[in-house]
T-cell receptor, first 115, second 111 residues
Framework: KAGVTQTPRYLIKTRGQQVTLSCSPISGHRSVSWYQQTPGQGLQFLFE???????NKGNFPGRFSGRQFSNSRSEMNVSTLELGDSALYLC??????????????FGEGSWLTVV | DQQVKQNSPSLSVQEGRISILNCDYTNSMFDYFLWYKKYPAEGPTFLISISSIKDKNEDGRFTVFLNKSAKHLSLHIVPSQPGDSAVYFC??????????FGAGTTVTVRA
């Protein structure tokens, strides 16, 4: 079956712009979570959505937002981009809400470069 | 505030030998721990996990040890193979259902 699909894979934006990243979870999965990966910082949790509701949110400023649609697809948006937002953004999906290890599947990520 | 720490950014080991990756955490509410493996240009893939009610979990060449009193866990890979060369992330979750990751350890297995 198809894995977690993230688009776009690579993009370059200018400071002050905004960006929208998309994630299609594995068919049947209802939970989608987002992570930011930067060198030396590991993966930082952004938020988790389940059945179109944000269940949990990490410690990121309000410029970072997300949503989930009725088909479980999710988008995250970053407004007023800063140089420090350059990172790999990873989406993960699972059948149920919360985390239980081997039920979480990651996409290949979207590489965002802010110049 | 980094609640999960992997203090060794890199590890080089000879093929056939044991790889030991370490991870420390600060949040005593964490009750589930996982290791993920990541190749370049790919998303992380789940490797092995352990719940706080256990102190050891084994899956083939991979064994995870948990020392709750020391808030420390480790991943042992025996024997190490060239395909094990990757970045390994330690992660932990508690009752708030957030996954906290460490910064990762890059493992290089030498032939």
């Amino acid at each position: 079956k198809a894995g977690v699909t993230q688009t776009p894979r690579y993009l370059i934006k200018t400071r002050g712009q905004q960006v929208t990243l998309s994630c299609s979870p594995i068919s049947g999965h209802r939970s989608v979570s987002w992570y930011q990966q930067t060198p030396g910082q590991g993966l930082q949790f952004l938020f988790e959505y389940f059945s179109e509701t944000q269940r949990n949110k990490g410690n990121f400023p309000g410029r970072f937002s997300g949503r989930q649609f009725s088909n479980s697809r999710s988008e995250m948006n970053v407004s007023t981009l800063e140089l420090g937002d350059s990172a790999l953004y990873l989406c993960a999906s699972s059948l149920q809400a919360g985390f239980s290890g081997n039920t979480i599947y990651f996409g290949e990520g979207s590489w965002l470069t802010v110049v | 505030d980094q609640q999960v720490k992997q203090n060794s950014p890199s590890l080089s080991v000879q093929e056939g030998r044991i790889s030991i990756l370490n991870c420390d955490y600060t949040n005593s509410m964490f009750d589930y721990f996982l290791w993920y493996k990541k190749y370049p240009a790919e998303g992380p893939t789940f490797l092995i996990s352990i719940s706080s009610i256990k102190d050891k979990n084994e899956d083939g060449r991979f064994t995870v040890f948990l020392n709750k009193s020391a808030k420390h866990l480790s991943l042992h890979i025996v024997p190490s193979q060239p395909g094990d060369s990757a970045v390994y992330f330690c992660a932990a979750s508690g009752d708030d259902y957030k996954l906290s990751f460490g910064a990762g350890t890059t493992v290089t297995v030498r032939a």
